[in-house]
């Protein structure tokens, strides 16, 4: 099985600021990875897919590069409502696992 | 709009066995590949089970193999989870999730999910 390691495991940031968050894989997925946000008691919401792909609605603050094993998720310009909790997910091959998320909290 | 609307989740005793249920609703069910991925207490999300838009294709987490069965009925716009010999470990928040994929093979990314069944394994 193909292994998803984030970084950090969590975060504390203020409203306005760019957030990076690093996803490997144990071996190569090409383009196939994905990002979701969790926030606290809701379902996952999809963000990225494809490493790049911005999902529908999706605001375009979030964007998603990489390709191979190393993945990032930025967030530009960090907004209220992102604080929650971060994914990302292999669909490369089964079975699709996910990283063990990044937490991005309120400094 | 997209709905998935998970039910049958409770309190079961190990060993035993729960059904769980996902209604969807605003899309062609019997088009898409769908999956159950679940997520612990606390924890991190794990996919479990996934079939294909026909029910001829299905694939299992390996720790689930043997003892889930994961179905579908087209002409009633559900999924189901068939889950036997349940351990403690299988406690966890189950969801329904949508694959976009309509082709013959999944993509393996979720776009719509419910809002999850909580299934609790405990004497």
């Known amino acids: 099985d193909i292994q998803m390691t984030q970084s950090p495991s969590s975060v504390s940031a203020s409203v306005g600021d760019r957030v990076t968050i690093t996803c490997r894989a144990s071996q190569g997925i090409s383009s196939w990875l994905a990002w979701y946000q969790q926030k606290p008691g809701k379902a996952p919401k999809l963000l990225i897919y494809?490493?790049?792909s911005l999902q529908s609605g999706v605001p375009s603050r979030f964007s998603g590069s990489g390709s191979g094993t190393d993945f990032t998720l930025t967030i530009s310009s960090l907004q209220p409502e992102d604080f929650a909790t971060y994914y990302c997910q292999q669909a490369n091959s089964f079975p699709p696992g996910f990283g063990g998320g990044t937490k991005v909290e309120i400094k | 709009e997209v709905q998935l609307v998970e039910s049958g989740g409770g309190l079961v005793q190990p060993g035993g066995s729960l059904r769980l249920s996902c209604a969807a609703s605003?899309?062609?069910?019997?088009?898409?590949?769908m999956s159950w991925v679940r997520q612990a207490p606390g924890k991190g999300l794990e996919w479990v089970a996934n079939i294909k838009q026909d029910g001829s294709e299905k694939y299992y987490v390996d720790s689930v193999k043997g003892r889930f069965t994961i179905s579908r009925d087209n002409a009633k716009n559900s999924l189901y989870l068939q889950m036997n010999s349940l351990r403690a470990e299988d406690t966890a928040v189950y969801y329904c999730a949508r694959d976009p994929s309509q082709s013959s093979g999944p993509r393996l990314e979720f776009d719509y999910w419910g809002q999850g069944t909580l299934v609790t394994v405990s004497s």
């Open positions: 605003g899309f062609t069910f019997s088009s898409y590949w």
């Open positions: 494809a490493a790049s």
